[in-house]
């Protein structure tokens, strides 16, 4: 059976180790920090409760799903008999470097290593480890259970089957895959961004409320959801992170809203403090 470990138990790692176990994967799920690790633990028990409730995973696949998963604050119990690590940790290059030099050291030579970043370089990642053939980018979506797509972003020395592989994945993770050449930000998070920002800019300016907003992206133009509302979701501090990439790499139109920023130093990040551009219970 194959063997994932997934690394940043936050948002997006809880959201991958559910679908991971779910179809049959033996996962483990690490953290460094224990409390977000006993969180993402909740959070996944309680949707498969809710999924097995409302008819759409069965009491079987839940316990199968429970027996697959095992939660460790311990990295290298988690990824030394791993055949594939997805990090899922902050969006800043210096500590994705770190965990993925980390990584190489503690992982068998088949290994595969992928990030989830959602705008950042898999070859420049990969090219701190001594196997950049096997590192690659598979950017999945927030809420992981719900959303369809995984990007799938290669390297400068990504080798075909590790493309091939992470799109094999993937597809046994019951998603769809695009394959992307390396470019900041991929297809979504660059176009993403740049909505969002403009959204955030409308509302720095008066031009309308966050609700006026959200209600015309989805009524007007037909998103499912309103761009801020998203960025809420997505949560304000990594919204802000992959904003400043794209500035850097892409240039000035990716320049972050003064307002996202604000709401980030005031620690109202979103649906995961409870207050953002919106308030959540
Ligand atoms: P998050 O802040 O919710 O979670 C990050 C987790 O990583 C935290 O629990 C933190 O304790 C843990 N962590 C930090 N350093 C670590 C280390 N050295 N070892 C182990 N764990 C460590 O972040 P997130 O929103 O889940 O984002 C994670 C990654 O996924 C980022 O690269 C982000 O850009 C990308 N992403 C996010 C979204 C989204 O909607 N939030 C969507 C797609 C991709």
Redesign the pocket.
Known sequence: MTKIAV????????GIAYIAALNGFTVAL????KE??KN?EKYIYDEWAKSEQRGFITKDDMEKGESNLNFSSN?KECVEDADLVI?????IMD??I??FKELDQLCPPHTILA??????SPTEIGAQTSRSDKVIAM????PVHKMKLIEVIKGLDTSEETVEYAKDIGKQMKKEIVEVNEFPGFIT?RMNCLIGNEAMNMLMEGVASAEDIDKSIKLGLNHPMGPLELAD???L???L??MEYLHQTLGEKYRPCPLLTKYVKAGKLGV?TGSGFFYYK
């Open positions: 690394i940043g138990s936050g948002t997006m790692g809880r690490h953290d460094i920090n977000s690790l993402a990295m990090e899922a940790v902050l969006e500590v994705k770190k965990v990030t989830n970043t959602s705008t950042m950017h999945f979506f927030n998070s979701i997505v949560g501090d990594t919204r992170r992959n995961k």
